[in-house]
């Protein structure tokens, strides 16, 4: 187990005073038997009515209402959290599904049919294309396909820092050859719906083992992180993170779970206003160990 301490701060200025419309904020992790939420605080300025709610993944959603204009807009989250991660090494995933290709049974298909769908198009198939060259041979080893994606894509992407909002598709990361955490889960969750396993989005923080004297860092520490689960029978749901080709580590802090990325920005809302009055965003994530 290990005690993680997560500062999360986002900063809105406007150069006139303007009027806040609702927003919504995915800050909060829910309890499972890997990650325990110790503790909670959402701090606001200006002063917010608050609302707590379920989406459809049962994330939690906090729903914040303003009455006075503002020229700064502050939203500060602190979670105390206690994880408990689970080993690779000891993954069990049933006899008919450890080797590629396998069918869910029906119960399962069920449920997971929109988390194997392909969500973005691919004309050309060169998302198909790319998946498949993983497949090298038939029958091959489950996990370790899944893995090798996982660990490709640290090694053939370039990773930076992209400011503008939204997520590059598939076939643009692979054009590009670089992206975020973003865009390199939604190649991965992808890819492996292109091969039959269902994937879903993750996104919460990434702890750098760094911090506290390891020999190696992680790309995307310092701010909201994105990686990826995929449901292997028998197993569940595995973390895997493209970005750092790291799989199931404690270093990952989930706080929401969702079908595509669109559904996990974790902040979003409007303000009324004049055209020139946003005048920027500034957003400072801290995860420590706890002593």
């Not at 187990?1 to 829910?30: D, F």
């Not at 608050?50 to 459809?56: A, G, Q, S």
């Amino acid at each position: 187990m290990i005690h993680l301490t997560v500062r999360h701060t986002t900063t809105y200025t406007y150069a006139n005073p303007v009027r806040l419309g609702e927003h919504r904020m995915m800050l909060r992790p829910r309890d499972s038997h890997d990650l325990r939420l110790v503790k909670a605080d959402l701090s606001i300025s200006p002063k917010a009515t608050l609302r707590w709610m379920h989406d459809v993944f049962g994330n939690s959603i906090a729903l914040a209402r303003f009455d006075e204009p503002t020229t700064e807009l502050r939203i500060e989250s602190t979670l105390q959290i206690e994880r408990y991660p689970g080993d690779p090494r000891r993954v069990e995933v049933t006899p008919e599904a450890r080797v590629y290709p396998f069918i869910y049974s029906s119960e399962d298909r069920q449920d997971l049919a929109r988390l194997v769908d392909l969500h973005y198009p691919d004309p050309k198939g060169a998302l198909a294309a790319w998946a498949k060259g993983f497949v090298t041979a038939q029958p091959m080893d489950t996990l370790e396909l899944v893995s090798s994606i996982n660990s490709s894509i640290r090694q053939q992407f370039g990773y930076g820092v992209r400011n503008e909002e939204g997520t590059q598709t598939p076939q643009e990361t692979l054009e590009l050859g670089s992206g975020t955490c973003r865009d390199f889960a939604l190649l991965m969750i992808e890819a492996l719906r292109s091969l039959g396993v269902a994937a879903r989005f993750v996104s919460g923080y990434l702890y750098d083992p760094a911090l506290d004297g390891g020999s190696h860092g992680v790309r995307g520490a310092g701010a909201t992180h994105a990686w990826v689960e995929a449901y292997l029978p028998g197993a569940g749901w595995i973390e895997y993170d493209p970005t750092n080709g790291i799989i199931g580590s404690d270093a990952l802090l989930r706080i929401a779970v969702t079908r595509d990325p669109s559904q996990a920005i974790p902040i979003s809302g409007e303000f009324t206003g004049r055209s020139g009055d946003f005048t920027g965003m500034k957003v400072d994530v801290d995860v420590t160990t706890r002593r």
